[in-house]
């Protein structure tokens, strides 16, 4: 494989249902250039470097003006950027205002004490499956359970689930970089402005329903954050809770869906899951490894000229991450292309690392141990309906878009 147009083979389409042969030419050079002017970085410990080092930006502003072009990247007035794609010191205070209503130190209870919660949600809709011997997993069961947990936790009315889907599936869609003539790349520019627009007003209304009448939920909790160190302003508020919402659930679909897709493949793996639950947890982890749920970072760049591996990449270029492929590294993961449940240290890079690392991650893992857990004991002789599944055009967010499979009943 030529290093010409590696971003345009990673992109198509035709590549969605197993990549992973595609990353294992690119790490024979960990650092590559491609046509369009990005650097691609395919190797666990220079990903791992690379996601540490300060001198590395997630801030499109810092783009020299080619790359930015390459990714699509411009101003919003409707959603400025969210803390995902800023720096310190701007990063540290959003994140830290956000994590307040989610996790430690100010509600360290809060994913934890969802547990009988999620069972709850994931019991009603495995009891939906009987009298039915093709399901869907996907539409079925994968999409709704996150969404409706990051419904509750935001506080977004489950009911307005279709008007905020297409929304979050556009701007998910829009993470992979914009291709094709300039008029593909306007029009898909311009769909993914129209639905950023639509979003941020959705959820400005939210925002103020709430400042008026407070809830129990995060939506409540940033519109009354008036702490010592001030909260978010308006157009913040509207950011963070976008990212909220399409992260607490995109991410978590196709991992609950790689899961089931893994054990479906492997009778003897599920039977596993299904005689010992506590397998859940290691089962988990080998899945972000094996399987990850978001593929890359496209959206780094460097703010002086960097060494790595050999090669200097220079200020301003746009650099892509490949996590997936750094989880396939043969000089980390011994056999990498297969699924170990046992596998020790299995320190993968599916959460991200550093500064950036996930803060989603705890809930992410809960949904997935609590939905593949019940799903193999309660589902009588699962079979796939189709293997290749269909998978969604998305390069960055990778996963089935369907899921067929065959049943013989449901259990109690």
């Known amino acids: 494989m030529t290093s010409v147009a590696l971003l345009r083979q990673i992109l198509d389409p035709a590549h969605r249902a197993d990549p992973y042969p595609l990353y294992a030419e690119l790490r024979k050079t960990p650092v590559v250039r491609d046509e369009t002017g990005a650097y691609l970085v395919s190797t666990y410990w220079e990903i791992q470097e690379l996601l540490h080092d300060p001198r590395v930006s997630s801030d499109a502003r810092n783009l020299n003006p080619e790359a930015a072009a390459a990714l699509g990247q411009e101003e919003d007035p409707n959603l400025p950027p969210t803390f995902l794609r800023l720096d ?22 809060r994913v934890s004490g969802m547990r009988g919660e999620l069972t709850t949600i994931v019991t009603d809709l495995i009891d939906g499956f009987h009298d039915r011997d093709h399901l869907d997993l996907v539409d079925s069961f994968s999409y709704p359970f996150p969404v409706t947990v990051i419904c509750r936790l ?64 995060m939506l409540s909790a940033m519109a009354t954050d008036h702490g010592p160190d001030g909260g978010m302003s308006s157009l913040e508020m509207v950011s963070t809770a976008a990212l909220l919402l399409i992260a607490g659930h995109e991410t978590t679909v196709n991992l609950i869906t790689n899961g089931m897709l893994a054990l479906l493949r492997d009778p003897a793996l599920l039977h596993r899951l299904r005689t010992d639950p506590a397998l859940a947890a290691p089962f988990v982890e080998e899945l972000l490894r094996f399987d990850p749920p978001v593929q890359f970072l496209p959206q780094r760049t460097t703010l002086t000229d960097i ?106």
């Open 307 to 412: 060494d790595i591996a050999g090669t200097t990449i220079p200020k301003g270029a746009s650099l892509w991450l490949l996590l997936a492929s750094g989880n396939r590294d043969p000089h980390r993961f011994p056999d990498p292309d297969a699924f170990h449940p046992d596998r020790p240290d299995n320190q993968h890079l599916s959460f991200g690392s550093g500064i950036h690392t996930c803060f989603g991650a705890p809930l992410a893992r809960l949904e997935t141990q609590i939905a593949l857990t019940e799903l193999t004991r309660r589902l009588k002789n699962p079979r796939l309906a189709e293997d290749p599944p269909p998978y969604r055009r998305n390069a960055v967010l990778r996963g089935p878009r369907h899921l067929p499979v065959v049943v013989e009943g449901v259990g109690a």
């Open 154 to 217: 935001l506080g977004v009315p489950r009911e307005d689930e279709p008007r905020f889907h297409v929304w979050a599936d556009t701007l998910a869609a829009g993470l992979d970089p914009v291709h094709g003539t300039p008029e593909e790349r306007e029009n898909q520019l311009r769909t993914v402005r129209r639905a950023r627009a639509d979003l941020a007003a959705y959820l400005s209304e939210l925002i103020e329903e709430r400042r008026r009448a407070p809830r129990d939920d």
């Open 88 to 109: 310190p010191p701007e990063h540290d205070r959003l994140r830290g205002l956000a994590m307040r209503p989610f996790g430690p130190p100010h509600s360290p209870r």
